[in-house]
């Protein structure tokens, strides 16, 4: 098989290769988004070089700037809609604006924005009793945290102080996040040439497929 590698297309691409294949057109949909009225998108482009960090990049030479959400689909400056397939890498797959949570997010922000956990909250615990209701039963509590990378900052830990072992294997091609668990990440695109945390062991994906090994000496080699 043939490995393509995607060099970036273009939105005026994008646009072109879709004329060409009418059966690739959306059905249509009954929201009209807003007018937009923000900086051009050659001033977003402009204040993204100079005043964020160059760590922080955008896909693509002419990146779609996205500047509303209905339900499945994003819309850019212009007016055009997306079909989202992404959700956001994954984190965001409730859709976007869907009416059911806008209106909790809503009903909440009318009450309360931000409680410390130094304090009760009631939305807090009922948060927790919900989730941890659908857990097996040896499981009965969970730690909140800000982000992917700081729950895995904090599951490294917790797996450490319980086994007393210090070493972690990450596997090829694993992502984990960036900041304090950037040790973790196996990606070369996402490492970066700063000293790493000690007790990371990276290791190839056992992946019989696509292995180097023959298939009779692979498990042995990746164990």
């Not at 992404?86 to 806008?102: D, E, K, M, V, W």
Request: some cysteine; proline content about 5%; charged content about 20%.
């Amino acid at each position: 098989m043939k490995r393509v590698i995607n060099k970036g297309v273009d939105a005026t691409q994008s646009v072109a290769f879709s004329k060409k294949l009418p059966y690739l057109q959306m059905p249509a949909y009954s929201h009209k988004p807003s007018a937009y009225d923000g900086p051009s998108y050659q001033d977003v482009l402009k204040m993204r070089k100079d005043n964020i960090s160059s760590s922080t990049f955008a896909f693509y030479k002419q990146p779609v700037m996205v500047v509303e959400g209905r339900m499945q689909y994003l819309y850019d400056h212009t007016g055009k809609r997306y079909l989202d397939m992404f959700a956001g890498i994954a984190t965001s797959g409730l859709g976007h604006c869907h009416p059911r949570i806008n209106a909790k997010v809503h009903e909440q922000v009318d009450k309360l924005i931000h409680c410390s956990s130094i304090y009760l909250h009631d939305q807090m615990g009922l948060y927790a009793k919900e989730l941890t209701d659908k857990l097996p039963d040896n499981i009965d509590s969970v730690l909140f945290s800000s982000s992917g990378s700081e729950a895995n900052v904090m599951a490294t830990s917790l797996a450490r102080c319980h086994t007393g072992n210090y070493t972690v294997i990450s596997l090829q091609n694993g992502y984990h996040g960036h900041g304090g668990t950037q040790h973790l990440t196996n990606i070369g695109s996402w490492n970066h040439n700063i000293p790493k945390t000690q007790g990371i062991e990276a290791s190839c994906f056992p992946d019989n497929y696509r292995s180097p090994h023959k298939p009779e000496e692979a498990a042995e080699i990746y164990a």
